[in-house]
């Protein structure tokens, strides 16, 4: 039996890397490699896998490890950033998104309560596949990176309430028992949490940090009892593994333990894509074709664009919000555990289940050429979407006399920047494309607009071409490129400083005119140098740079 299952796995890890190697050649995304091979190992076709629960164990370990990450990584500074758009935006999206999709459930045939609970399911959206496509990108970090996330940490906060509230009805509860329960378990937990990451934890993994084994088994042995002990409660390991990893973050010592645990995540991440592709068989989806697709094209496309016009009512350009709707373009993993206990308390067809799959791998293949691709896909059809630009912001300003240094992005490195820039100037001008930001600095009386850097509408507005200086913070390249073109369209002899992601992107905006180029991670070992050359091996001074960096609220 052992050598058996052995040959299973070798068997599926083998097929998975031949089609990896393909699609990395293709240049497709490896998330379709992946669930591609769960089709063809799968009972479908080749009838690879038998052990089906060794394969879900080892998805749900993955899925674990990917959210401990992200937890590990939550800034509460970014989150306080973007808090009230995800938090709105995601209540939003899943009442919008669930209303039409019961309309669509009943057009196609389905029951009252089947089309109820299938319109609520599909609302929900894979925190795993988007966190996943992001961090691929290198986006978490970007605007509407944090935003996607906050909104889908929003969406799996709202699952897990329904979910309780699902189990109490079941069991012959109240809709108010139900609330309350969810409620008091909720708060019990984060209030455990946070006493747990002020007093023991800190302790316990300084200790354990002391050998490099233990903090590894030490890490392990965290992530995975909170998110059972959270998967006892109702919460899903989903919820928990988030938590733990959140209650780490500001421990020291969540660079190390991302970098010892980030190889276990990819693999054990990869079965749950090959999982996902073995639930689809050829008889499903004869039976249930139409209402699969019809749900999928909703899904795909319609979820982006309530998601887009919320985002738009809320002030964000369209840039932003189309970035951020092409992130829920597909269906979760709740979307599976909500349905099924559905069906278990008798209130949904067991077709149901099925037709989830067959949408999930839809969605999930489709989002993510789309989320790959999205820049370039809206630098396409940016056309499209200048009806939603609107007539401007009332923080933009209008004189005759253009600005002698303009900030593209105000957001953590900007903020810096600016600080010295009023020593340089008091003419200085900063857009950026987060309404919030901009709020912020109208109120604080910084001559700002709102606007996207690569619109040549907004540059030729501010008069660019005539600016001394212009500095971007802003990592997209395509924001690169047009500012460049439109410089360089206009004989413009503003001195152009950039920031990019890595020094490939570097040589090409010094091919384009720039005068400096700003890869963080470079500019960072270089600063970092000049503090080490005067700080040495005094304690007490860095202890006073780090206090200084605090105050600056760098950190």
Request: include cysteine; charged fraction near 15%; charge should be positive.
């Amino acid at each position: 039996m052992q050598n058996e299952l052995f040959v299973q796995i070798a068997l599926v890890i083998l097929v998975a890397g031949m089609l990896s190697l393909l699609a990395a050649r293709l240049r497709q995304p490896l998330i379709i490699a992946y669930i591609i091979t769960g089709v063809l190992v799968g009972p479908g076709l080749l009838a690879l896998v038998s052990s089906t629960e060794t394969f879900t164990a080892m998805s749900q370990i993955g899925i674990a490890f990917l959210l401990f990450i992200v937890g590990l990584n939550l800034n509460w500074r970014q989150i306080k950033d973007v808090g009230r758009v995800a938090a709105l935006a995601g209540f939003a999206q899943v009442i919008c998104t669930s209303l039409i999709g019961f309309g669509i459930g009943r057009l196609v045939g389905f029951p009252l309560g089947t089309s109820l609970f299938v319109a609520i399911a599909f609302s929900f959206s894979s925190t795993i596949i988007i966190i996943k496509l992001l961090s691929d990108k290198e986006d978490l970090d970007r605007l509407y990176g944090r935003i996607a996330v906050g909104m889908l940490i929003v969406q799996d906060i709202i699952a897990m309430f329904i979910l309780l509230l699902l189990a109490t009805l079941r069991d012959g509860g109240s809709i108010g028992m139900a609330l309350g329960i969810s409620l008091g378990k909720g708060l019990l937990v984060l209030v455990a949490l946070w006493a747990l990451s002020h007093t023991i934890l800190p302790r316990l993994f300084r200790y354990a940090a002391r050998s490099q084994e233990l903090l590894f088994l030490a890490t392990i042995a965290w992530c995975f009892g909170l998110a059972a002990i959270l998967q006892t409660l109702g919460f899903g390991i989903e919820i928990g593994a988030l938590l733990a990893g959140i209650s780490l973050a500001s421990s020291g010592y969540q660079h190390e333990i991302e970098a010892k645990i980030r190889w276990l995540r990819d693999f054990f991440l990869v079965m749950y894509f090959i999982l996902l592709g073995t639930q689809l068989t050829v008889t499903s989806f004869h039976a249930l074709w139409i209402p699969a697709v019809v749900m999928s094209v909703y899904v795909i496309i319609g979820n982006p664009i309530i998601t887009m016009l919320i985002m738009r009512f809320m002030g964000y350009h369209p840039r932003s919000a189309f970035l951020t709707g092409t992130t829920v373009g597909q269906i979760s993993e709740f979307s599976f555990i909500l349905l099924g206990g559905a069906i278990a308390a008798g209130l949904v067809i067991p077709d149901a289940l099925p037709l989830a799959t067959i949408v999930a791998l839809l969605t999930i293949t489709g989002s993510s050429y789309i989320v790959s691709y999205n820049e370039k896909i809206y630098d396409r059809f940016s056309f499209l979407f200048t009806w939603m630009v609107g007539k401007g912001h009332p923080s933009e300003f209008r004189r005759a006399k253009p600005p002698s240094c303009i900030l593209f992005g105000y957001h953590r490195m900007g903020t810096q920047i600016y600080d010295e820039l009023k020593g340089v100037t008091d003419d200085c001008l900063v857009v950026d494309y987060n309404p919030a930001v901009i709020q912020s600095l109208a109120d604080d009386g910084v001559t700002c607009m709102y606007g996207d850097a690569g619109s040549e509408d907004v540059l030729h507005f501010i008069h660019a071409e005539k600016a001394k200086l212009i500095i971007s913070t802003v990592l997209d390249m395509n924001v690169n490129y047009d500012v460049l073109d439109y410089l360089k369209s206009r004989r413009s002899r503003a001195t152009v400083i950039l920031s990019v992601k890595n020094a490939d992107d570097a040589a090409k905006c010094y091919a384009l005119g720039a005068a400096y180029v700003i890869i963080p991670n470079v500019l960072g070992g270089e600063a970092f140098s000049q503090y080490l050359k005067k700080k040495k091996l005094n304690k007490q001074s860095w202890h006073a740079l780090a206090a200084q960096h605090r105050n600056q609220h760098v950190i």
